[in-house]
């Protein structure tokens, strides 16, 4: 990919004002007290940012604190004894007349108690403007944006942007601005739509962590439809649909949804099954392999059987009678042990049986009806 080079007017004054709050100003005041110990340099920096507040910007007000006049004070004591301190007389020499200005509203004498934002410097020179909303209420509202907070904003998002890798990936830049906000509270949705409004993040990626929308698209209904013909028979037919909807949204939304459409009746349509293990039965193919099989055994049987009786030697009538009786009763016998078993099966329908025992039961069954209640051996 080639990258495409684009010149753009670097607006240097709005860079400047994202550093006219309070809290920046009352910093560089703090550092200025230890003017005795500090490097030319140091100085240097401290002045020439006062510079841009009261000329470059216009805003004298930002800087009128007492605590600020009391280390100037102390500056033009001994600067004429110290080279490092000559550029320090030389701004607030010029600086005097416009703060002298100021104080012909003796509001000024009451301001210069507190640290001052950008709009209350204009307004003090500007005069004071209503600050009431147009509906006479206070212009409170966590949703209204100064001008302050917004500078403030784009500052620590450039503190978040030049801070080390570490600290982007142990926390977001949502909850590194609300940590370090100084100003109203707001809510961590008020910054996303503030971020992407000013342009400072990426639209994209605030989307997939915003929440879904209240209503449902047309394609996301049928992407719902799909999913339920395709995985209704499934285990979990709702952890499939969720993995693979369209926009992420909570299980109880997506249910209401399939109600909603007719999809189903209610949500234990679309419950989770527990994996039970399936009772195999053999194929109809098996089945007949294993009865021919026991049809041969059985004719081997029936064979041996008869040749056995052939060669035994028959004494008296009443020793065959005998023979016939016992094998008449143990014939009944057998016959109601098999219909009783085969009772018990159908009562007892949760006991799992082995499979070749109650085909073997079965075939036994239906070979005595089938021969006028003479059991099969």
């Known amino acids: 990919t080639r990258a495409i080079e684009q010149e753009q007017e670097f607006d240097f004054r709005g860079f400047v004002l994202k550093y ?32 841009r507040f009261v000329f470059d910007m216009g805003y004298p007000a930002l800087i009128c604190q ?9 500056i033009l004591e001994v600067a004429d004894l ?23 509203d003796k509001k000024m004498f009451i301001e210069i108690l507190f640290w001052k934002t950008a709009r209350e410097a204009q307004e003090i020179q500007d005069g004071y403007s209503d600050l009431r909303g147009p509906s006479g209420g206070a212009s409170n ?96 037919v709702m952890g499939s649909i969720l993995e ?6 909570s299980k ?32 109809r193919s098996q089945v007949s392999t294993r009865s021919d099989s026991d049809d041969e055994n059985e004719n081997n049987g029936e064979q041996e059987r008869s040749q056995q009786r052939s060669e035994r030697p028959q004494s008296s009538g009443e020793s065959s009678d005998s023979d016939s009786e016992s094998s008449d009763s143990e014939s009944n016998d057998d016959d109601e042990n098999d219909k009783e078993n085969f009772s018990r099966l159908e009562i007892s329908s949760n006991r799992v049986y082995d499979d070749e025992k109650v085909f073997d039961l079965g075939r036994k069954l239906m070979a005595n009806d089938m021969m006028g209640s003479h059991p099969v051996d």
């Open 244 to 249: 693979n909807m369209l926009i992420k949204r």
């Open 20 to 51: 006219a709050m309070a809290k920046v100003v009352c910093n560089y005041a703090l550092l200025l007290q230890d003017w005795d110990t500090l490097k030319p340099l140091t100085l240097h920096c401290i002045v020439k940012m006062f510079h």
């Open 82 to 104: 110290r080279s490092d301190l000559k550029e320090v007389k030389t701004f607030f020499l010029h600086f005097w007349p416009k703060f002298v200005k100021l104080c012909e």
């Open 141 to 236: 509202k966590k949703s209204n944006w100064t001008s302050e907070e917004e500078n403030e904003l784009e500052l620590l998002v450039e503190l978040y942007n030049d801070a080390p890798e570490e600290v982007k990936k142990a926390q977001k830049l949502v909850d590194f601005i609300m940590e370090r906000w100084t100003w109203r509270p707001k809510s961590k949705r008020l910054f996303m739509l503030k971020l992407v409004e000013k342009e400072l993040v990426n639209p994209e990626t605030v989307a997939k962590k915003a929440r879904p929308p209240k209503t449902w698209g047309d394609e996301e209904i049928e992407k719902l439809r799909d999913l339920y013909e395709e995985h209704k028979d499934s285990d979990d």
């Open 66 to 74: 007492a605590s600020l006049f009391l280390t100037f004070k102390k």
């Open 252 to 283: 109880k939304s997506v249910i209401d949804k399939m109600i909603q459409i007719q999809l189903i009746t209610d949500k234990s349509a679309v419950k989770k099954r527990s994996k039970r293990s399936k009772k195999h039965f053999p194929s």
